[in-house]
């Protein structure tokens, strides 16, 4: 079991950036991909991003590839998706999740979510 938890969400003007933190406590956390997904209201989930186990396979959703990065750090078992350049149609709750797959389109292990509006 993994349980995850992802903090670092808020308001922000077009343009500007946030950083998300997803901690992960339970089995170890360097033997999962790590995803993030996001969901607007009115929308299905989507995809946004997703790491090896080891950090150096990275994948991005076209709408945010170039302006977000993906990143780990296993020691701390924690992983971040830093968000640049953001746009009102980023405005979404984000969850991290965890799946042993590189290739998961459900994850095993999700996180409770955190919003992020993206306005002036």
């Known amino acids: 079991q993994v349980q995850l938890v992802e903090s670092g969400g808020g308001l922000v003007q077009p343009g500007g950036s946030l950083r998300l933190a997803c901690v992960a406590s339970g089995r170890t956390f360097s033997s999962y991909a790590m995803y993030w997904f996001r969901q607007a209201p009115g929308k299905e989930r989507e995809f946004v991003s997703r790491i090896s186990w080891s950090g150096d396979g990275t994948l991005y959703a076209d709408s945010v590839q170039g302006r977000f990065t993906i990143s780990r750090d296993n020691a701390k078992n924690t992983g971040y998706l830093q968000m640049n350049s953001l746009k009102p149609e980023d405005t979404a709750v984000y969850y991290c999740?965890?799946?042993?797959?590189?290739?998961?389109?459900?994850?095993?292990?999700w996180g409770q979510g955190t919003q992020v509006t993206v306005s002036s």
């Open positions: 999740a965890a799946d042993p797959s590189l290739v998961a389109r459900d994850p095993r292990f």
